[in-house]
């Protein structure tokens, strides 16, 4: 949704405003990862975290995530057509209904779960429940905040909450048990107190409370399930693992560090290329996609249209080089230093065998996932549908039987599988035929394979 302001900074053409845009980037879909990366390492610096508060920020990343990222495909089809309809009204009422869904949603799973697990005072539930529906909230507004197009007040806001909670651990002479969990909360509140200030300031125009971006759930009634499948593919093999060889690092929180710390690992070792990809989609790539679609809306002559095709095609095929490239530049640096992080981490010798199938594993993910994110551009739903709810199928299955004996194996053999299936569905070939016959221009709607307009055959 940010694409705008990235292209904007990418047509200087200089690296300084390439490392920017990147920089920014990286913020507006990574950032809750990288507070709570931050604070783990920081925190456990210059103190002792406690087990609770490590195991209430796993889970609130992890859920957060889930319940958040599975309404990411549809909020991010609703914000693009009101963007395309010039509609800001709805934006913004969609904004108060998602975060007041979302709040909703999150306070109720974190009092049910310790309403099972009763054994904490009741400052520590605030807390925790506060955390989780804080990352929660914060995942569901930088999606509405990157429409404004102020990546840098974004990441100002960011940064300012994690100064603050750094300063307040460090110089706040309290004394309580959870103090590290308070402060985090503290800067959580205030970067959701920015980032909502940001969205007032420019999306404001109205003070109705819709849920206009559910109603999309009657045309694209696949996008909600694509979400919720993709985000729930990534974590069901860790749930598991934490049923089968979990153990219980505090009253109710079951882990499996053993498994959970590889995964993690390898995952920031993959941000580049993830990041790169979606920079390229949202810049060059929906650059060329309007230009196709305002060529064939307008009726423009099929050589100007065969022109925007090859462009788009073109764009595409660079975004995935650039995947691809930095995808094995990862792959290479993490098989170069897994000796090296099992040292420095003073992890099990297990570590190196689970963390090759999870550099495997989340090197395919990316790939499945920007195959993902085409096909959802191409608005092949039904294939995007299919390839997500393969891979969390294959990714419960395999886990259940190896989780215990090769553990990593099923995440990578199921995304791998799941990317090879949206490559071989995948045809934007078909692009062409299946956008025009959705045009009023009197073109006869019937099935065709490889079709091309008679212009462009001869």
């Known amino acids: ?15 300084f405003s390439d490392v920017l845009a990147f920089f ?21 610096r210059w103190f002792s975290p406690s087990p609770f508060f490590l195991s209430v920020l796993s889970y609130s990343l992890i859920f957060s995530m889930i319940i958040a990222g599975g309404m990411s495909f549809l909020i991010s089809r609703f914000l693009a057509n009101c963007i395309y309809s010039r509609d800001q009204r709805k934006i913004y009422e969609s904004y108060i209904g998602a975060v007041l869904l979302v709040f909703s949603v999150s306070l109720v799973i974190g009092l ?6 009763n054994q904490y005072s ?49 110089f706040w002479d309290i004394s309580m048990e959870e103090k590290l969990l308070l402060t985090l909360d503290i800067g959580i509140g205030l970067i959701i107190f920015m980032l909502n200030f940001l969205i007032l300031s420019y999306l404001r125009s109205s003070i109705r409370i819709g849920f206009d971006f559910l109603l999309l759930t ?38 499996s560090p053993e498994y959970d710390i590889p995964k993690f690992m390898a995952s920031l070792f993959f941000i580049p290329s993830l990041v790169v990809f979606n920079l390229s989609m949202e810049t ?40 691809f490239a930095l995808n094995m530049v990862a792959m290479i640096s993490c098989f170069l230093l897994r000796d090296s992080l099992r ?16 550099v495997v594993g989340v090197s395919m993910n990316i790939a499945f996932m920007s195959l993902l994110v085409a096909s959802l551009h191409f ?80």
């Not at 049910?112 to 697990?117: D, E, Y």
């Not at 065969?306 to 764009?315: I, P, T, Y």
């Not at 040292?343 to 999870?358: K, P, T, Y």
Request: charged residues 15%.
């Open 379 to 458: 608005e092949y739903y039904g294939i995007a549908l299919e390839g997500t709810a393969l891979v969390l199928t294959s990714n419960m299955i395999l886990s259940v039987f190896f989780i215990e004996n090769i553990p990593g194996l099923s995440f990578a053999v199921a995304f791998s599988g799941g990317f090879l299936y949206l490559l071989l569905r995948f045809k934007s070939k078909d692009f062409l035929y299946e956008v025009y016959t959705k045009q009023p221009l009197g073109l006869e709607k019937v099935k065709k394979t490889s079709w091309k307009p008679k212009e462009m055959i001869r």
């Open 112 to 117: 049910i779960f310790f309403a099972v697990n």
């Open 122 to 170: 009741l400052v520590q539930k605030i807390l925790a429940c506060y955390t989780f529906v804080g990352f929660s909230l914060v995942w569901i507004l930088m999606q509405f905040a990157s429409v404004t197009e102020k990546e840098s007040l974004a990441v100002l806001a960011f940064a300012g909450g994690i100064v603050v909670s750094v300063l307040l651990a460090r």
């Open 24 to 44: 920014y980037s990286t913020f507006v879909y990574f950032a809750p990862w990288l507070v709570v990366l931050f604070y783990i390492i920081w925190s456990s």
């Open 218 to 255: 009657r045309k694209h009634p696949q996008l909600l399930f694509i979400g919720y499948f993709y985000y729930l593919s990534i974590w069901i093999d860790n749930f598991i693992a934490w049923k089968v060889k979990g153990i219980e690092i505090a009253p109710g929180f079951f882990m």
């Open 1 to 15: 949704m940010a694409g705008k302001s990235f292209d904007l900074l990418f047509s200087r053409n200089n690296l």
């Open 343 to 358: 040292l420095w981490f003073n992890l099990s010798e297990s570590f190196n065998r689970i963390f090759v199938w999870d």
């Open 284 to 323: 060059v790539f929906q650059r060329n996609y309007k230009g196709l679609m305002q060529s064939i809306v307008s009726d423009k002559p099929m050589r100007v249209i065969s022109e925007n095709l090859k462009k788009l095609s073109l764009s595409l095929r660079h975004a995935f080089s650039n995947m």
